[in-house]
């Protein structure tokens, strides 16, 4: 049996593998597995579709499946549209997807939500329930919604409380914010209405650390992750809402390897999710406003 696996390096397809299907069974698309690659053994998604070739030469056999782990198909169809969109090999987009993580064993277990706190009860005002109401009324299919207003208004408070509905769920939540700096500010917020922190994912984040937050985002036990852009490519196993706070920022453009602007990938994943996305802004870049102007995101 012909198995395609894509690997994260610099390649726009995944290589042809053989399977024993006496040593590995059932596997399947999304699948994470180890594969001989020259004279090493890398870690590799087994993808949606093979490369037929007609010459002919012998196949390297998978190695291993890494058990209760993969990605899911929408990724997959996330990763390869990216790939075309912004012209960067598929491979680099994956590698992203599996944040540098060369394995999956975490030698120490971190408890991501550490300080359980009490909560703070919030009374929102009338604009705020109107807001509520405006943003879920679309339900939970694709929808693009501009939440604006002038600082300090309370918009934050109005997607803490989609949020905290949509967990009730059991469906999970992605906060994209531009800077890293605005983490440490942003989690106190979280943590007095939520009552725990958020699951933090940004590049200075520890490895090890790193690994639990993934495992535990692609099993459905993470429901909300905070992160900078890089949290994009998280495999969210049941991922219901992406919002994206301040999408005017610039800072959501990467100008460096892999260029990107992560409020409209942002949007992309979520049209392929077919989930809601909400952006939230004091002042709404000019993309935005023009795309409220001709109807195309409905501003609250």
């Not at 299907?21 to 090493?40: R, S």
Request: hydrophobic share 40%; charged share 25%; with cysteine.
């Amino acid at each position: 049996m012909e198995v395609p696996v894509l690997l994260p390096k610099v390649f726009n397809y995944p290589f042809t593998y053989s399977i024993d299907a006496k040593k590995i069974k059932n596997l399947n698309q999304g699948d994470v597995v180890i594969v001989p690659f020259g004279k090493k053994r890398e870690i590799g998604v087994v993808w949606d579709k093979i490369n037929h070739t007609k010459k002919k030469f012998k196949l390297k056999k998978i190695e291993k499946k890494i058990s209760n782990i993969g990605l899911n198909k929408k990724i997959i169809k996330f990763i390869n549209w990216f790939s075309i969109y912004n012209i960067v090999p598929k491979g680099l987009i994956l590698k992203m997807c599996l944040g540098n993580l060369k394995n999956f064993e975490v030698k120490k277990k971190n408890q991501i939500f550490k300080d359980e706190t009490k909560k703070i009860k919030y009374i929102l005002n009338n604009e705020q329930k109107n807001a509520i109401k405006n943003l879920t009324s679309f339900g939970n299919k694709f929808n693009v919604s501009v939440l604006q207003g002038i600082t300090g208004s309370g918009k934050t408070l109005v997607y803490f409380e989609r949020i905290r509905r949509l967990i009730q769920e059991n469906k999970q939540a992605l906060i994209l914010i531009p800077e890293i700096f605005l983490t440490t500010q942003f989690k106190n917020r979280f943590k007095l209405f939520f009552g725990f922190e958020p699951a933090i994912w940004h590049s200075k984040i520890g490895i090890n650390k790193k690994k639990n937050i993934w495992l535990s985002v692609a099993k459905n036990k993470i429901k909300i992750v905070l992160g900078a852009r890089s949290a994009l490519f998280l495999p969210f196993k049941k991922l219901g809402l992406i919002i994206v706070d301040e999408e005017h920022d610039s800072s959501y453009k990467q100008e460096d390897s892999v260029i990107y602007n992560a409020r409209d990938m942002a949007i992309s994943r979520a049209s392929i999710e077919n989930i809601p996305i909400h952006l939230v802004t004091s002042i709404p870049s000019l993309e935005t406003y023009r795309n409220i102007e001709i109807k195309k995101y409905t501003k609250n």
